[in-house]
């Protein structure tokens, strides 16, 4: 009561009234740590690097992106030495078959050579590897050509059937045959031989013989039959097919 009577003394407004105000009075005592959460929060969605706040999660998560990122490197180092390895080869298949290699081969061989100071799959034994694969190609394509050599080639043949007239009806058709049988060429053989009566008593001959296409011309074959002038009238050619 005395301190009540001091203060009333000293302030004349009633002390209930001054306790309500400052019963209102806003007090932030922990301010600066929740200014410190808030900053924390905030650098946390935005991706930022906070200290003191990676969590477990992060770091597995971390652990494996890294993971991948290697295994990425690993697997396109293979992709490049298999797509290097792809291209020596079809150059080495298009070298084999003896044929030319398409446009692009030349840029995919070239950019081959290029890569293999850097890519080395298997060394030197890829070398000798290499050096006796070209050895057995060149002996198989000796072999080759030696059986090509070898193999008989098809010759080109003619049957032709001539009609050999006479002069007229007392022309020996005997010596007649044996004159055109006497021609001799290399590529030429002489086959059946008939007569056949064309009127007046007249017989013509029909003899057939085979030729060779690329010794015997036929018509050379004409003029010789027909320099047998005391028998021969004409010579011509009744048929022929390539045998």
């Given at each position: ?12 407004e009633p ?155 007392e022309t ?71 045998i």
């Amino acid at each position: 009561d005395l301190l009540d009577s001091l203060l009333q003394e000293l302030n004349p407004e009633p002390l209930k009234f001054r306790m309500a105000a400052l019963a209102q009075d806003n007090f932030w005592f922990n301010k600066s740590q929740c200014d410190d959460a808030e900053r924390l929060y905030f650098e946390k969605l935005s991706g930022a690097k906070v200290d003191g706040l990676v969590s477990e999660d992060d770091m597995v998560l971390a652990s494996k992106l890294s993971a991948l990122e290697l295994e990425n490197k690993a697997l396109k180092k293979v992709t490049d030495d298999l797509k290097s390895l792809i291209a020596k080869l079809e150059s080495r298949v298009v070298a084999l078959e003896g044929g030319k290699p398409a446009a692009a081969a030349p840029a995919a061989a070239a950019a081959a050579d290029e890569e293999d100071d850097d890519v080395d799959l298997f060394g030197s034994e890829d070398e000798e590897e290499s050096e006796e694969k070209k050895r057995i190609t060149e002996e198989r394509l000796k072999a080759y050509a030696e059986k090509k050599s070898k193999k008989p080639q098809i010759i080109a043949k003619t049957s032709v059937l001539l009609d050999v007239k006479p002069w007229d009806d007392e022309t020996d058709m005997k010596e007649m045959l044996g004159a055109v049988k006497s021609v001799e060429m290399e590529g030429l053989v002489w086959g059946a031989n008939k007569l056949i009566p064309i009127g007046y008593g007249i017989n013509k001959l029909q003899v057939m013989c085979t030729v060779e296409d690329e010794k015997v011309s036929i018509e050379e074959l004409q003029e010789k039959i027909e320099a047998f002038e005391d028998f021969v009238q004409s010579c011509d050619v009744a048929a022929m097919n390539k045998i």
